[in-house]
């Protein structure tokens, strides 16, 4: 009865942090303050002020939680993206995930080096973890906001795509810094393999999971768990062979990201939920890790305020700025994109790996991180104001709590739902009038909660909700409807 008590105790404890946690995101509406700032500064209170919490997290229970964190998250922002939009961007998600990962490590290195006296092997440890960006904190940034055009596709494949190379930068460094007989050629090598190996597996088990996604379920609650246990069947996979797991779990996610599959949206709604606890959980986890007073009594918060400011004004504009020139972007775009790269889980798990590596100076590069990532949290809420003066597209997506749905035993290909927006074509239009083709049928509109018939007479407002049966072409359609992306 004791240990039931102790452990009622301890589940109490916890679904009452979280609870408080998810509470701060009313706080969040009201504060121009991302949510991931305040678990993160949040939990790094807590410890401080109750240092019994962290007793029973080690370093290597916070690296298994980024890890797992950060499988969730990139099988959840692979779906977001989706195979379409990721090839309307291929070419800068590529050139920034790869050479702009390796160009960031290199500057942060060089600098940390010149203006903060770390040795060379520190410097490029920390170059390494501080070079991906994060998907996770993207979105939660974000919020109910969409970055339209090719820019946020650019902004969000690219923090999917760096995190894969970013880890495998840093497993290199960590082998050559720790003396296991690794030369500059065979890290290359490791490299490359790990890159290739995980492309080919993310490959063969987004294809695979397609097929499995039409198979048939008994419960309509196991089909997002089979797209989970899939993708942490395609992370074990490539990890036995050799390959980036992490770069496979993406990959996958893009793949089905666009599949017209049964019970889609639950699988997406359920993912997306994953990750957003996935996201609360590592950065209370890395809190957790740290005691407050020993970093500002220690000086690692003045070296972390400066490799924030190398990052975002030096390093991050300066690689992608020149990565981006063959892009065809608009002035205000290219610079929210320069200006956009936003630290998160990644680097937690990263300066984990330097701390279980034993390298010199890892405590010092753990307390740097996390320093830098809660300040480039904080960065991410100027994002709103930055695209606003850059004139970027950057639309409200309204919530929708109520889900009127139809189930049906086969696959309704021809169904379409639209948004009708602000200086659309179809705005102010009367249905008559507007040019649907001979294989289009609205079918119902929603306005301001309502059904409505589609009588012909009806005006088409801003916000209205247009069903339409179609066999017509989806682009023209949504530009009818909701303008142009």
């Given amino acids: 009865m004791e240990e039931l008590a102790e452990f009622g105790t301890l589940v109490f404890v916890v679904a009452a942090g979280f609870s408080l946690l998810l509470l701060t995101s009313k706080v969040t509406e009201r504060l121009a303050v991302p949510a991931p700032a305040l678990f993160l500064l949040g939990a790094g209170v807590a410890s401080t002020l109750f240092p019994q919490l962290s007793e029973h997290l080690s370093i290597l229970t916070v690296e298994r939680i980024a890890t ?176 980036s797991g992490f770069l496979a779990v993406f990959v996958t996610g893009l793949i089905v990201g666009d599949a017209r599959a049964p019970y889609k949206g639950e699988i997406e709604r359920f993912h997306t939920a994953l990750a957003s606890l996935a996201e609360v959980t590592v950065f209370v986890a890395l809190g957790l890790t740290i005691d407050l007073a020993d970093l500002f009594s220690g000086g690692e918060w003045f070296d972390g305020f400066v490799i924030t400011l190398l990052l975002a004004l030096v390093a991050r504009p300066l690689v992608v700025g020149l990565l981006l020139l063959p892009v065809r972007l608009r002035v205000g775009e290219r610079m929210f994109v320069m200006l956009g790269g936003l630290k998160g889980a990644v680097p937690i798990l990263l300066a984990a790996f330097a701390l279980l590596a034993g390298v010199d100076g890892a405590g010092r590069i753990y307390n740097v991180v996390f320093v830098v990532v809660a300040l480039s949290i904080l960065q991410g809420a100027t994002f709103p104001l930055l695209a606003r003066r850059l004139r970027v597209p950057m639309r409200e997506v309204d919530p929708e709590p109520w889900d009127v749905s139809i189930r049906l035993r086969d696959e309704p290909r021809d169904i379409r739902r639209f948004v009708a927006r602000a200086g659309a074509r179809a705005v102010g239009a009367r249905i008559r009038v507007l040019p649907l083709g001979e294989h289009t049928w609205i079918s119902l509109v929603i306005s301001d909660g309502t059904a409505r018939p589609p009588r012909g007479s009806y005006t088409i407002e801003a916000g209205d909700e247009i069903l339409a049966i179609s066999r017509e072409d989806d682009a023209a359609l949504r530009r009818l409807f909701e303008g142009a992306a």
């Fill in 68 to 243: 797992v964190a950060l499988l969730v998250i990139l099988l959840d922002g692979g779906m977001h993206v989706g195979l379409r939009r990721f090839r309307s961007a291929a070419f800068p998600i590529a050139s920034l995930g790869i050479f702009g990962t390796f160009g960031t490590a290199a500057i942060v290195a060089v600098g940390a080096h010149a203006l903060l006296d770390f040795d060379w092997t520190t410097s490029f440890i920390l170059g390494a973890a501080l070079a991906p960006t994060d998907p996770a904190v993207m979105f939660s940034v974000l919020g109910n906001r969409e970055v339209g055009g090719r820019t946020g596709t650019i902004l969000e494949g690219e923090s999917g795509a760096n995190d894969p190379v970013g880890i495998a930068l840093m497993i290199g460094i960590l082998e050559f810094a720790t003396g296991a007989g690794a030369s500059a050629w065979v890290i290359a090598e490791e490299f490359a393999v790990e890159m290739v190996v995980g492309l080919a597996v993310g490959v063969a088990g987004g294809l695979l999971l397609l097929r499995l996604m039409r198979v048939s379920l008994p419960n309509a609650g196991l089909y997002p768990l089979r797209v989970l246990v899939a993708g942490g069947v395609v992370y074990g996979a490539a990890s036995a062979v050799g390959g």
